[in-house]
Every structure is written in structure tokens, then in C-alpha cells.
């Protein structure tokens, strides 16, 4: 008796923290902001710690060995960069043309041109569904990512 | 002691699942981005197939024929549907996270997606929790017919948060409209794959059924040779 009643308040708890993570889904819809919300948003972010994903800019990847410091630029392609700042080495897939989700802080300040940056504190590498055995002289495919990254904006 | 076709199965379900995922992670091919790391999804994606599209629909359409024809056996199919699901989705959890470490540099993360199939894991946990905790009857069959559906309801959004929402975790690979994702030479493996891990999940819900079955058979043997013992001593 007394077993099965330590298992029906385990059921209740259970219940209980299932109807909260229900709650909780609907209030964290956005798992992260794209670059154009950010630069929309920018007011509302600021000193909160944010996700942001994008694609990583072609030749903006600077990486000091001996301070172990990420820098790097995002895109949307549509104009919107951001300048990341990541204390860390760069994860495995970490590369140019990847899609990337930033967690960190804005930095109050816009740089020269109006570009916004970030201090990041974890650097996730998101990749597209395509799973392909490498073949002469292909091109990585990177509209399933983007679509994948931008959308819902 | 008869021969124990469930036993035998079971184990050359095991035997066999074991065997082709070790030869696909030597056979197939690499991946253009990941190399080798991705072979996980050979175990992730049967799995996680297994989790959501078998155990929980198999779940919920034996809670809700158990409302209309209560049945013993059924139950205890019902039991080791559940055990099964948790199981699978503990699993999927488990090779998903193993897999996010190399590639998307973290362990865990609560976007939708996992955040949906960790809702899952709990649902059936309460599941097993209800199911051994109150008394059999006619309220443990509403109760458990009723978290069977909020499974069941979890499936769908589950496997569409990858669609709605935006996600650390990427969408779908075989089932979407934008063309083939995936190279037939990785996909034939992924099939073999899925075929070989859905039969032993199948031959384990059998397994087990059977042994729960037993367990009652032997359970109500030994209180009918107890009662036969107590009436003697009167």
C-alpha cells in the first residue's frame, strides 16, 4: 500500500512537471533570433542573454591560437551581419558558409557602420538534413540550411 | 520445458540488429561534412522511428480498445508496448545527445525538438508509473487510456517541431517535399537499418508480453496452492 502511494505522488510530480514544460514551450517559442530580428529588436536584447543563428560570413573567420579567441562575422545575406566574439576553439564543423546559433550578450555599442556585435559564451554548429557521399567537384547545397535558419521571420 | 519461440526471437532479432549495425558502420560510405560521425544516425533514426511511430500509436490504439473491451492481455500488451516506448525514446534521447556533441558542440539543448521528445520520455514514464501504481480496474484503464492519447497527441508535434519552429536540430531527412537529402548509398543502409531495429522492437514487445503473462499465470497459481493450504489447515 504504502509503495504504490510513493508511485502515485511520483505520477503527480511527473504530471506536474510535464504540464510545465508544456508552458514553458509556449513562452519559449523562439529558440533563436535571426540578424534581421536582432537589428529590429536591438533595444529590446540588449543585456539579455540571447540564441542568435545565422550563416557564418565567407573570409571573416580570425581565430588566435594563443588567446584561444573565436572572431568571426554572421549573415542572413540580406544584409544583416553581426561581429562574434567566442572564447573557445571552434567546434569540428565550424567553418565558413555553416550555419551557427550564438548564445550570448549584444554589445551596447554599434561598431564603425553599424554593425553589432556580440560576446558569445556557446558556439553551436546547426547543419542542414543532407547527409551525401563526397563526389568529384560538388558544391555544398546551402539552401536547405538557410531555409532551415530563416524562417519565420 | 517447451521451446520458447519468443525467447529465440528475440534474442536473434538482437543478434542480427547488433550484427548490421556493426557491418554498416564499417561498410557505408563517409559524409561529406561529418566523415564518419554521422554513422550514429544508423542507430538514432530507427530508433527515434521506432519510439514515436510504432510504440506510441500501438500504445494508444490498445488504450482505447481496452475502453471498450477490457481484456487482461491486453493490458499487459499494453505494458510492455509502454516499456518498450520508454525504452526507444530514453534511446533516442541518448544517441541524439551523443551525437550533438561533435557536431553541434553540445550535449543537450531545449529546442523544440528535443524539448518534445524529452515531454515524451516523461509521458511514458508517468505511463509505467500509473499503470503500477493503481489498482487494476476499470479507473487505471480510463487514466492510462488518456495518457496513452497525450502520447499519442505528442507524436505529431514531435516530428512537425522541426517544421514549425526553429531548432538547433535540423529537419526532417527522408519524408519532405524538397527533394532527396540524403545519398541513396547512405539511405539503403539507413532502411536495412530501420528494418532490423523495428523487428527486434517488435520481438522484444513480444518477449516481454509473455513473460508478463507468465508472471500472472505463475502468480495466480501460487495463490490458488496458498488458499488450498490455508483451507486444509482449517
Same mark, same amino acid.
Given at each position: 500500500m504504502k509503495k504504490s502511494r510513493i508511485f502515485l505522488v511520483m505520477a503527480c510530480l511527473v504530471l506536474a512537471v510535464v504540464l510545465f514544460s508544456f508552458l514553458s514551450i509556449k513562452e519559449n517559442l523562439v529558440y533563436f533570433y535571426t540578424p534581421k530580428e536582432v537589428y529590429e529588436q536591438a533595444a529590446d536584447l540588449q543585456e539579455k542573454t540571447i540564441r542568435v543563428g545565422a550563416m557564418v560570413s565567407v573570409d571573416s573567420i580570425q581565430w588566435d591560437r594563443e588567446q584561444v579567441q573565436l572572431l568571426f562575422q554572421v549573415t542572413d545575406?540580406?544584409?544583416h551581419d553581426l561581429e562574434v566574439r567566442y572564447k573557445g576553439t571552434p567546434p569540428d564543423l565550424f567553418k565558413e558558409g555553416q550555419g551557427v546559433v550564438i548564445e550570448g550578450q549584444l554589445e551596447p555599442e554599434q561598431a564603425a557602420g553599424g554593425l553589432y556585435g556580440m560576446q558569445a559564451q556557446k558556439l553551436f554548429v546547426k547543419h542542414s538534413e543532407e547527409y551525401r557521399v563526397p563526389e568529384e567537384g560538388q558544391v555544398n547545397d546551402h539552401e536547405m540550411l538557410k531555409s532551415s535558419i530563416f524562417k519565420n521571420e | 520445458m517447451r521451446f520458447r519461440i519468443d525467447f529465440w526471437l528475440a534474442l536473434g532479432a538482437l543478434l542480427t540488429a547488433f550484427l548490421v549495425a556493426g557491418m554498416t558502420v564499417v561498410f557505408a560510405p563517409i559524409e561529406v561534412q561529418q566523415g564518419e560521425v554521422y554513422k550514429i544516425i544508423f542507430l538514432h533514426v530507427p530508433i527515434a522511428a521506432n519510439a514515436l511511430g510504432l510504440c506510441s500509436f500501438a500504445l494508444a490504439v490498445c488504450g482505447i480498445v481496452l475502453l471498450l473491451r477490457p481484456r487482461e492481455n491486453l493490458e499487459k500488451l499494453s505494458l510492455a508496448i509502454a516499456e518498450m516506448g520508454l525504452m526507444t525514446t530514453f534511446l533516442t534521447l541518448f544517441t541524439g545527445s551523443i551525437w550533438g556533441?561533435? &557536431? +553541434?558542440? &553540445?550535449?543537450? &539543448? +531545449?529546442d523544440a525538438r528535443i524539448t518534445t521528445t524529452f515531454i515524451l520520455f516523461i509521458l511514458y514514464f508517468a505511463y509505467l508509473a500509473l499503470a503500477h501504481s493503481m489498482v487494476p480496474g476499470s479507473f487505471r484503464r480510463k487514466s492510462l487510456a488518456f495518457l496513452s492519447i497525450l502520447i499519442a497527441i505528442d507524436v505529431p508535434i514531435v516530428y512537425q517541431s522541426v517544421n514549425w519552429w526553429r531548432n538547433l536540430h535540423q529537419p526532417a531527412t /527522408? /519524408?519532405?517535399?524538397?527533394?532527396?537529402?540524403?545519398?541513396p548509398e547512405i539511405l539503403q543502409y539507413l532502411l536495412l537499418n530501420l528494418a532490423t531495429i523495428t523487428i527486434l522492437v517488435l520481438s522484444l514487445i513480444y518477449f516481454r508480453y509473455r513473460v508478463l503473462l507468465q508472471i500472472q499465470t505463475r502468480m495466480a497459481s501460487e495463490h490458488l496452492a496458498y488458499s488450498h493450504k490455508l483451507s486444509e489447515s482449517r
Amino acid at each position: 500500500m504504502k509503495k504504490s502511494r510513493i508511485f502515485l505522488v511520483m505520477a503527480c510530480l511527473v504530471l506536474a512537471v510535464v504540464l510545465f514544460s508544456f508552458l514553458s514551450i509556449k513562452e519559449n517559442l523562439v529558440y533563436f533570433y535571426t540578424p534581421k530580428e536582432v537589428y529590429e529588436q536591438a533595444a529590446d536584447l540588449q543585456e539579455k542573454t540571447i540564441r542568435v543563428g545565422a550563416m557564418v560570413s565567407v573570409d571573416s573567420i580570425q581565430w588566435d591560437r594563443e588567446q584561444v579567441q573565436l572572431l568571426f562575422q554572421v549573415t542572413d545575406y540580406q544584409g544583416h551581419d553581426l561581429e562574434v566574439r567566442y572564447k573557445g576553439t571552434p567546434p569540428d564543423l565550424f567553418k565558413e558558409g555553416q550555419g551557427v546559433v550564438i548564445e550570448g550578450q549584444l554589445e551596447p555599442e554599434q561598431a564603425a557602420g553599424g554593425l553589432y556585435g556580440m560576446q558569445a559564451q556557446k558556439l553551436f554548429v546547426k547543419h542542414s538534413e543532407e547527409y551525401r557521399v563526397p563526389e568529384e567537384g560538388q558544391v555544398n547545397d546551402h539552401e536547405m540550411l538557410k531555409s532551415s535558419i530563416f524562417k519565420n521571420e | 520445458m517447451r521451446f520458447r519461440i519468443d525467447f529465440w526471437l528475440a534474442l536473434g532479432a538482437l543478434l542480427t540488429a547488433f550484427l548490421v549495425a556493426g557491418m554498416t558502420v564499417v561498410f557505408a560510405p563517409i559524409e561529406v561534412q561529418q566523415g564518419e560521425v554521422y554513422k550514429i544516425i544508423f542507430l538514432h533514426v530507427p530508433i527515434a522511428a521506432n519510439a514515436l511511430g510504432l510504440c506510441s500509436f500501438a500504445l494508444a490504439v490498445c488504450g482505447i480498445v481496452l475502453l471498450l473491451r477490457p481484456r487482461e492481455n491486453l493490458e499487459k500488451l499494453s505494458l510492455a508496448i509502454a516499456e518498450m516506448g520508454l525504452m526507444t525514446t530514453f534511446l533516442t534521447l541518448f544517441t541524439g545527445s551523443i551525437w550533438g556533441k561533435p &557536431t +553541434w558542440n &553540445t550535449y543537450w &539543448t +531545449w529546442d523544440a525538438r528535443i524539448t518534445t521528445t524529452f515531454i515524451l520520455f516523461i509521458l511514458y514514464f508517468a505511463y509505467l508509473a500509473l499503470a503500477h501504481s493503481m489498482v487494476p480496474g476499470s479507473f487505471r484503464r480510463k487514466s492510462l487510456a488518456f495518457l496513452s492519447i497525450l502520447i499519442a497527441i505528442d507524436v505529431p508535434i514531435v516530428y512537425q517541431s522541426v517544421n514549425w519552429w526553429r531548432n538547433l536540430h535540423q529537419p526532417a531527412t /527522408i /519524408i519532405q517535399s524538397r527533394g532527396q537529402s540524403m545519398s541513396p548509398e547512405i539511405l539503403q543502409y539507413l532502411l536495412l537499418n530501420l528494418a532490423t531495429i523495428t523487428i527486434l522492437v517488435l520481438s522484444l514487445i513480444y518477449f516481454r508480453y509473455r513473460v508478463l503473462l507468465q508472471i500472472q499465470t505463475r502468480m495466480a497459481s501460487e495463490h490458488l496452492a496458498y488458499s488450498h493450504k490455508l483451507s486444509e489447515s482449517r
